[in-house]
């Protein structure tokens, strides 16, 4: 189960593709916060992530002090098994200072998102400050910060339109950075042209031959999308319990309340059409029901494809951002996909040919769960199935 604190709507940068909507204050109240996690431990689970979100949660880490208290407080009082808690921080590590730092570090169990476009070019193209200033040092800053502390992170980049081109300059940027994973992902706003996806294309050959050099050095990072490409591949498809369950299985209090599926979805808290409850009502079974129809629509239309157990199509905040409507997509969608599909098998052919020994124990001896009624298969084009 995930809860995520949608803290405020406010941020200290202004990147110029924020799909969180106009910068605006308002900021999570205890109160709030203290009912979210309530809510939270009322439903089934057997572990709990607490995700703080945003806006950037950072300008609020007195709140995420209290809610870190909170929740290991409201944990330790459940009667029988109690979850295992984890925190997780998504953040623009521009105010990750020494005090935010030693917040996240100790004991306790953090993984921190930090959001990093790749080099200094590409990442200070979009995300800056509100004066036009780059954010990449101050990023570089807060990573360090991470780093002396051991706090595990996964760096996570934004591909626009106008930053596809130096996907590869991305990945060899990111790669030594120490993340334990490094997600790249499209963004779908974008007005992707039929020359921009072929650009797209282009990059992502070039990512995955700078991923290939990382496994024939002995490096294995876990590099997303082309990642989880490969274990679709393997697991034969997504299962479906782990496919997005619109709040089934997490969800997103905003700062006024509302509930949402998903944390990208909470915008400027304005979409009625995706409020799956309030904190005064809880959860509504009837709406995630009807979002949960609503986004499998997708099903119908994704049923003759050849790719689709291999394909994100079921991710609603995807239609969202794409159509504006749950279970509407374009053909940007399957244009993508497929690339990151294509580019991931080229990968594994070839370090599965060559027997490469960092590729064949990281995807074959480590113990990935496979989904139900699924098999660890020997890897083959997905062109060919
Ligand atoms: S850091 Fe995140 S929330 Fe802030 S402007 Fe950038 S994309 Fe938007
Ligand atoms: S590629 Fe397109 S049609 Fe195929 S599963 Fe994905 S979204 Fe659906
Ligand atoms: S809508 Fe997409 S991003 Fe959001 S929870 Fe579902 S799969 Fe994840």
Known sequence: MELTLFVDHQCNLRCTYCYTGEKFTRAMSTDTMRRAVDLALQQPMAHLDVSFFGGEPLLHRDLVRETVAYAEHAVQALPGRQPTLRFLMNTNATLLDDD??????????????VSLD???????RHRVHASGKGSFDDVMAGLGRLRARKIPFQLVGVISTTTAAYLGEAVRTLAPMGATKVILSANFRDEWTEESVETLRGALREAGAVWKELFRQGTALALEPLHTKILTHLKGGIPCPSRCLMGGSEFCVAPSGRIYPCAQMVGEDTADELVIGTLDTGLIPAR??????AKDRVETICEPCAIRDRCQSHCGCRHVALSGRLGEITATLCEIESAYIDAADEVAEEL??????TFIDYYYKKSWVPARGGVLTQLRRSRDD
Not at 102 to 108: A, I, L, N, Q
Not at 118 to 124: L, N, P, V, W
Not at 352 to 357: A, K, L
């Open 118 to 124: 790749g080099a200094r070019e590409a990442h200070d």
């Open 352 to 357: 599965f040919e060559e027997q490469c020994p």
């Open 288 to 293: 995630i029901t009807e979002l949960q129809t």
């Open 100 to 113: 935010a730092a030693d917040m996240m570090s100790g004991p306790r169990a953090w993984t921190v998102f």
